[in-house]
């Protein structure tokens, strides 16, 4: 397997190329079959699967429902997909953090940003109000002067 998101000391979610990266627009569209993320991370395609039996990430699932399987069809993966299977993978084997501490380092990180996009939506709603009551003030004090 070629290690393409490996970096020499391991599995660096910042490592990702920038073609993956830089495409926020289609990031959670799936375009890769199970074969080639597992060629891109550099790791055995039952690895992604228990990754995805532990729940911390969830390929979609093209048609078909037989061939045994359960969810049925195939795995597909998105960038989105992929960067996160690059920081479980950081995550577990770089810093020893096993799938239990990775799923609830991964669920503090999606609160956490979830937090800030409130606290910004906060702001922007703060920004506005003193807006507001700044050019009440101005209209107030050119009206005192005529």
């Known amino acids: 397997m070629t290690g393409r998101f490996r970096h020499k000391s391991g599995h660096k979610p910042e490592h ?3 073609h993956i990266k830089n495409s926020m627009d289609e990031r ?6 199970i074969s080639i993320v597992a060629e891109m991370l550099d790791v055995h395609p039952q690895t992604l699967r228990t990754y995805e039996r ?4 969830s390929p979609s699932r093209t048609g078909g ?8 069809g195939q795995r597909l993966y998105s960038r989105e997909d992929v960067e996160r299977l690059a920081l479980i993978l950081d995550l577990s084997k770089n810093l020893g953090v096993n799938l239990a501490g ?10 956490l940003e979830s937090l800030q ?23 107030s004090i050119f009206e005192e002067e005529q």
């Open 102 to 111: 990775v799923d609830i380092i991964l669920r503090m990180r999606a609160r």
């Open 65 to 72: 429902t037989d061939k045994g399987r359960r969810g049925g």
């Open 16 to 18: 990702v190329p920038g």
């Open 117 to 139: 996009g409130e606290v910004e939506r906060m702001l922007d709603q703060m920004e506005g109000s003193l807006r507001e009551e700044f050019q009440e003030k101005i209209r």
């Open 54 to 57: 532990e729940g911390l990430v």
């Open 28 to 33: 959670d569209r799936p375009i890769y079959m």
